[in-house]
């Protein structure tokens, strides 16, 4: 863990320890959302100026992203997202027109996505421009946990890997307007689940190096990945000799990591073409626990945004 | 309004300006909370260290506030409060002594609370301390909302006015304490709304005279306010010789402000005496609109504490 992953997982341990939920709170702090009795599926995340975002930015890429990281967590899940809450906090004095960009943008994606705004807060920011989403969905089918996966599956990603690292490291436009605009699949998570064809599932927010660590030890199993098998765009090819690093660390990319019994493969092969979607047997789960990725010097590249920016 | 009132409401038409809402959304963003067609109600507020609060504050006493102000906003609607989801950004490094005596008293008041915390974002700031809660209630009955209110029915008040603005500007360590940790009457919500007795609600968080006009406003009537009649703590009496503009402005008490009809005079009383709360008839509903409330220099008191601690 790096420092930083230490200090959130002792603020959550604070935070969560001794607290009991009640049944009707199906999945709590721990999976990609909160799952409830009823079917819904809730997620937040908080965006700060100089930690998650420079000022390079611009308000419709924030606008973007944001509704890309949380919705990806909500599809992770099974679910479709429904509906939002916004905060943001601007810093003084209030930049009309940058508002006007983002407030655009956020709502063209919102309509695009099918998500309402219900409510939220504005304030002013003694500081950085913060922004909070929460973002709700509904499943239609059974959940996508993180443990539901058993040794000897396969394991599967959607789309490529290591464009966003790419985007963030590289001198390539294309990349970088990918780590800026992240595309979640997500029809895919909720198609899977309706489908009963994950075992386990979800988005890759931080890299397949760390997500799948997570994934396998919320399944109690472990993972042994064929580095050659992992999807790379071309543009990533073009831009460097060394993708690999690219793919397993730095995360951002927000594919859905899954797994599948063996018996689906040929469905789920089918089901991502009816989507439009690539999908990738990037290898499979073990009994033996801990992540086998050949090639993968993890200490190297176990690095993410947040630290990179610090 | 106030400059920064008038950012709010740039942001906030921004944000929703053009962007329909789905007819499942009964309530949407200009209430207390949101309200959806499955009776949920929801809210969020975001509290930023040097806007909302400075670090005078302890830990505990800050989370307290911040769940007292978003299970007002729940209450205020006629619903109890049952999960929340907290985003937290801890300046670096991490304090931990902090962390653990912040968890420790929001856990211990969500217990009290009976409010299961089902997710949330840990992250660190470049900046302040940045704090968002998102709370979900269930209505039981149906909703109050500020815009029920018709002309010449009473207008009501729970417990005292101005104990938070005293605590705020007097040197007085009870009432600082009150300002710190309010006690928002969370049950007389629901209550009301169950029992039909509340034509239009909201709680009393930027103080009387910009609340009431809101209430107003969203109910199209006038309001006629007898400033005798405001009910004021021992405490504050005791502090100054001028408590109506700390009754009238600032906020920050969290009481309820409703309506109701004449006729259900003794029912509201005696409802206010179950639950062991001071309830005061302060003024009427009108026909013409706008605010009369002898005494009160607008000008001078329409501040509150976002502008102040500027």
């Known amino acids: 863990m790096t420092k930083n992953e230490k200090g959130e997982a002792f603020v959550i341990q604070a935070l969560t320890a001794?607290?009991?939920?009640?049944?009707?709170?199906?999945?709590?702090?721990?999976?990609?959302?909160?799952?409830?009795?009823?079917?819904?599926?809730?997620?937040?995340?908080?965006?700060?100026?100089?930690v998650h975002f420079d000022e390079s930015i611009s308000p419709e890429a924030l606008a973007w992203k944001l509704l890309a990281i949380n919705t990806s967590d909500v599809a992770a899940c099974g679910a479709h997202a429904t509906w939002a809450m916004l905060s943001i906090a601007l810093p003084e004095p209030l930049d009309q027109a940058w508002t006007e960009r983002f407030s655009k943008a956020f709502k063209r994606r919102l309509l695009a996505l099918n998500i309402a705004l219900?409510?939220?807060d504005t304030t002013r920011s003694s500081g950085p421009l913060i922004l909070n989403l929460c973002?709700?969905?509904?499943?239609?089918?059974?959940?996508?946990?993180?443990?539901?996966?058993?040794?000897?599956?396969?394991?599967?990603?959607?789309?490529?890997?290591g464009d966003a690292s790419g985007g963030f490291h590289l001198n390539a436009p294309i990349?970088?307007?990918?780590?800026?605009?992240?595309?979640p699949p997500l029809a895919l998570g909720p198609a899977l689940a309706t489908a009963q064809l994950a075992t386990a599932a979800?988005?890759?927010?931080?890299?397949?190096?760390?997500?799948l660590e997570r994934l396998c030890t919320a399944s109690n199993c472990g993972g042994d990945i064929?580095?050659?098998?992992?999807?790379?765009?071309?543009?990533?090819?073009?831009?460097?000799?060394?993708?690999?690093?690219?793919?397993?660390?730095?995360?951002?990319?927000?594919?859905?990591l899954f797994t599948g019994k063996k018996a689906h493969r040929d469905a789920i092969t089918s089901l991502g073409e009816q989507l439009g979607l690539r999908l990738t047997r990037i290898g499979k789960t073990t009994k033996l626990l801990g992540l086998r990725i050949p090639g993968c010097d993890t200490m190297q590249v176990w690095t993410h945004f947040q630290e990179r920016t610090k």
Request: hydrophobic residues 35%; without cysteine; negative net charge.
């Open 135 to 161: 973002v709700a969905g509904k499943l239609e089918g059974p959940a996508l946990l993180r443990s539901g996966a058993s040794p000897n599956e396969d394991i599967w990603v959607s789309g490529v890997l």
């Open 18 to 50: 001794g607290h009991p939920l009640p049944a009707w709170v199906k999945t709590g702090p721990g999976d990609d959302a909160a799952i409830l009795e009823d079917g819904q599926v809730l997620t937040t995340d908080m965006m700060v100026q100089g």
């Open 175 to 183: 990349l970088r307007e990918r780590f800026e605009q992240p595309h």
């Open 202 to 211: 979800m988005d890759l927010s931080d890299g397949l190096l760390q997500d």
């Open 226 to 256: 064929d580095p050659t098998k992992l999807p790379a765009s071309d543009e990533l090819l073009k831009a460097t000799e060394s993708p690999l690093r690219h793919q397993v660390a730095f995360g951002e990319d927000y594919q859905l």
């Open 118 to 120: 219900v409510g939220g």
